[in-house]
Nanobody, 123 residues
Framework: QVQLVESGGGLVQVGGSLRLSCAASGRTFSTSAMGWFRQAPGKERDFVAAINWNGGTTYYADSVKGRFTISRDKAKDTVYLQMNSLKPEDTAVYYC????????????????WGQGTQVTVSS
């Protein structure tokens, strides 16, 4: 059974940092691009960042460029999202997903989603 498990969320103050992890089990995704999305209460799920299969290319939403860094450890089948200089507007549930087909910026291009991890940035 394919499973993605996110961890690392929590409560942090403005300007703080968190590192999210997404560990895959059940099968390897080492040849797939991976992405992070987030969903705030009452809002649609938005693209945050993505990374190609070998980690050589990364993609970011304009709102997180320069603050967030996506990376992956192929040996551990784990994807990370380092989040620095956090802002209240970063508060959301963060999801990782496996890219399937199409643009990495759309959640419809992904399959196999994790259950999400809550990130709350307090001011």
């Amino acid at each position: 059974q394919v499973q993605l498990v996110e961890s690392g969320g929590g409560l942090v103050q403005v300007g703080g940092s968190l590192r999210l992890s997404c560990a895959a089990s059940g099968r390897t995704f080492s040849t797939s691009a991976m992405g992070w999305f987030r969903q705030a209460p009452g809002k649609e799920r938005d693209f945050v960042a993505a990374i190609n299969w070998n980690g050589g290319t990364t993609y970011y939403a304009d709102s997180v460029k320069g603050r967030f860094t996506i990376s992956r450890d192929k040996a551990k089948d784990t994807v990370y999202l380092q989040m620095n200089s956090l802002k209240p507007e970063d508060t959301a549930v963060y999801y990782c997903a496996v890219h399937y087909s199409g643009t990495v910026y759309s959640d419809r291009s992904y399959r196999y989603w994790g259950q999400g991890t809550q990130v709350t940035v307090s001011s």
